[in-house]
């Protein structure tokens, strides 16, 4: 028949050998012993862990190094300088195990939101050029999106991709604004230019959610529209 194990856990191994030392000092001294009733040695009122350590130069004497080294060997370590070290690293390495926190996502601001898609006509089209700088950028996320991802683009290729985005008919002020804000990249002549894939910051990404949900509500039934480019984080 194996014998019934009972799991015993200290939160500090320093704290328990002080608190075995003061008691191997009571059980140490015979004439208090004999004193012992409910677990108090001859302190009177007292409780054992109040009893007095044996002094230091005394036959028998156990230091508090040398219970820490009892208790951390019975449990398989070599000495309490083993035990420390190992349990240092373990610490480190649930430090780096453990998940970054998340990052706070972004306030969105509805209303921002709101007021640039006031600049898309029915069909989906970006209609006119916002006056603030804010509801520009937020506008750009939506042309970022029709251009194709990862796909090395001709100036030809760049213009045509942006005529179509817009009714203004100023592709040149798109496609300047794109690569000024690291949207779009082109070589130095100006002849190949690639989208520059990325995340849209939220509001960018409420804005593109709401105009694809305004485009699907206002698509005839039976209607089905090729799918866009779409947007692709890196």
């Known amino acids: 028949m194996s014998r019934p194990r009972f799991p015993f856990i200290a939160k500090d191994v320093s704290a328990l050998a002080r608190s075995l030392q003061r008691e191997l000092a009571a059980c140490a001294m015979p004439s208090e012993s004999a004193n012992l009733t409910d677990g108090t040695s001859g302190n009177p009122g007292g409780s054992a862990g109040d009893a007095p350590c044996i002094p230091a130069n005394a036959p028998g004497h156990i230091s508090h190094v040398q219970l820490l080294n009892m208790l951390v060997r019975a449990v398989g370590y070599r000495n309490f300088q083993h035990y420390r070290a190992q349990f240092a690293a373990q610490e480190r390495l649930q430090r780096l195990a453990a998940p970054e926190p998340a990052a706070p ?78 949207m779009a990249t082109r070589t130095p002549d100006g002849r190949q230019y690639r989208r520059v894939e990325q995340r849209p910051p939220q509001e960018a990404l409420a804005l593109l959610q709401h105009l694809r949900d305004r485009e699907r509500h206002a698509r005839p039934a039976g209607h089905t529209r090729q799918a866009g480019h779409g947007v692709t984080a890196a």
């Open 105 to 182: 996502e972004e306030p969105v601001d509805l209303r921002r939101v709101e007021r640039a898609a006031r600049h898309f006509g029915p069909d989906g089209l970006l209609a006119r050029w916002p006056g603030k700088v804010s509801l520009q950028r937020l506008c750009l996320w939506w042309v970022w999106s029709r251009l194709p991802a990862g796909q090395e683009l001709t100036g030809t290729r760049m213009d045509d991709a942006l005529r179509a985005c817009h009714h203004f008919g100023d592709h040149a002020l798109l496609r300047r604004w794109l690569c000024d804000l690291g």
